[in-house]
């Protein structure tokens, strides 16, 4: 079948593992950021959430859940083969099949480096138990190569907020408060994950120019936010509604239109950051610190004067400073 080509982007109207055995070659995407089907019967979603359906495309293709092992190993697998060494791979996963999910990974050689929390509002109704009102999001890598992590993409690694936190440290935890979308009037799929989401992985886990892929498009979410950001996208969908709903919608994204609205880091160049620690610099960093200390400087800001003379950032800082206090 041939793609559905627009500016930065190749769209297919087929299952992800075919599809991708046939169009992708092995080795070729940077990233793959997807949220497979539920499982769980997830076109009877709305009597959960009593949300009203109107907007939504009819033709959700879920999986048994009788079905659900096998079907998670053969996608992942095929994902494995067309990411590159050094690729990484988000997975948004709700509990139910978390199970098959993990356990299909641990059967390739994909690396895990985060399991984050994704909490979001409009949680499932309940009355007898706690509200569900997160999702686990796989972060995983392909041995092999160097992976993509810009540090700094979001908020420098000095910036503070009121109180003094590290801003760039509470972006990076692994517990992420991103809400859900209302898209009220709009066609929509079952479910699409948030812009702000999706731009906060494809900011830390690629650049520009990059090969974004969703094995399973949806709503086609991350295709758009990858574009947006002067990436290219790849993905599939095996339902035609949904699809041919969406791909009009492509046609008309503009290669990087998400650019001018990202925040821009406040990022302090320092020149010995990352590089080896000499004699000089331990014997220098210890008699400064603790002249500083006499002096009266508090432990935080005696840290951030010597960092700014030796040119290395607070936590180099602070490490080096407990390993030499350990060699005593």
């Not at 993905?235 to 041919?244: K, L, T």
């Not at 998400?258 to 590089?275: D, H, S």
């Not at 603790?290 to 602070?318: C, H, N």
Request: net charge neutral; with cysteine.
């Amino acid at each position: 079948m041939r793609p559905v080509i627009v500016p930065s982007g190749r769209f297919y109207n087929e299952d992800c593992v075919a599809g991708a055995k046939k169009h992708l070659a092995a080795d070729s995407v940077d990233l793959i950021i997807t949220d497979p089907p539920y499982g769980i019967n997830g076109d009877e979603l709305h009597q959960h959430y009593n949300r009203d359906e109107e907007f939504v495309v009819e033709g959700y293709v879920d999986v048994p859940a009788s079905e659900y092992g096998e079907f998670s190993l053969n996608w992942i697998r095929e994902a494995e083969r067309i990411l590159k060494p050094g690729g990484s791979i988000y997975i948004v996963s709700g509990y139910t099949n978390l199970y098959h999910i993990l356990h299909a990974l641990r059967q390739t050689e994909l690396e895990e480096i985060n399991h984050i929390i994704w909490k979001y509002n409009f949680g499932v109704y309940t009355s007898k138990k706690y509200v569900s009102s997160h999702y686990h999001i796989l972060y995983y890598q392909k041995p092999g190569g160097e992976r993509t992590f810009n540090l700094e993409s979001r908020f420098g690694l000095e910036e503070k907020d009121p109180e003094g936190g590290s801003l760039n440290y509470q972006d990076r935890e692994d517990v992420w408060i991103i809400n859900r979308e209302y898209k009220p009037g709009q066609v929509k799929n079952k479910n699409e994950l948030p812009t702000a989401l999706l731009v906060k992985m494809i900011q830390y886990s690629s650049n520009e120019g990059d090969l974004v892929c969703d094995m399973f498009l949806g709503g086609f979410s991350t295709a758009k936010v990858a574009i947006g950001l002067n990436r290219r996208a790849v993905g599939f969908e095996v339902a035609p509604r949904i699809f041919a709903a969406k791909v009009s919608e492509m046609e008309a994204i503009e290669p990087g239109f998400l650019l001018p609205g990202l925040r821009v880091p406040r990022i302090e160049k320092r020149a010995n950051r990352g590089k080896p620690w000499t004699d000089a610099d331990r014997e220098f960093l210890q008699s400064r610190f603790d002249q500083l200390i006499r002096a009266g400087k508090t432990k935080k800001d005696a840290i951030a004067i010597v960092g700014r003379e030796l040119g290395r950032g607070r936590w180099a800082i602070e490490r080096m400073l407990k390993a030499l206090a350990d060699s005593r």
